[in-house]
């Protein structure tokens, strides 16, 4: 059965309010909503990997959109938390700033889901209207509909 974008769409995963000026601080935040039912076996290792990954392949920031990620085996399905701040978070080499944040954590046999994943994401955020909508949502309900609304991408 093909997963779709909404599979992986949870309000509990959720931050529409990251009050931090470093990336390391903002993905502890949203690896922290993973934690809670139990997404990520070993939080602390998890983020150690995206750090490290992010030293060695920065992410980049393309419409202060950042889409930091791991392959790991601390996952058994591919996770999603999202974070959104007003001022931005420093993302990559250049410190060019993510307001829209999306981490996702892969488990290792499931690089080109990933790839479905994050091309399905891509193209919806390049829609101004969609981020325009995510940016001003007052809810994560109304986030969510936002990445919803426009399309059921399905890999």
Request: proline letters at 5%; glycine letters at 6%.
């Amino acid at each position: 059965m093909a997963l779709s974008l909404a599979d992986l769409l949870n309000e509990t995963h959720v931050d529409l309010d990251l009050r931090t000026r470093t990336m390391t601080t903002a993905l502890q935040k949203l690896i922290k909503l993973l934690e809670v039912d139990e997404q990520i076996r070993d939080p602390g290792k998890f983020l150690e990997q995206v750090v490290a990954r992010e030293k060695i392949t920065p992410t980049v920031v393309e419409n202060e959109i950042a889409f930091p990620h791991a392959r790991t085996e601390l996952v058994d399905r591919i996770v999603l938390g999202i974070g959104r701040s007003r001022t931005g978070i420093s993302f990559g080499p250049n410190g060019e700033r993510a307001r829209l944040i999306f981490l996702i954590g892969v488990p290792r046999q499931m690089i080109s889901d990933y790839l479905v994943c994050v091309g399905a994401l891509a193209r919806l955020l390049k829609d101004a209207e969609v981020r325009q909508r995510l940016l001003y949502a007052e809810t994560p309900k109304e986030f969510l509909n936002a990445l919803r609304a426009p399309q059921e991408d399905r890999f």
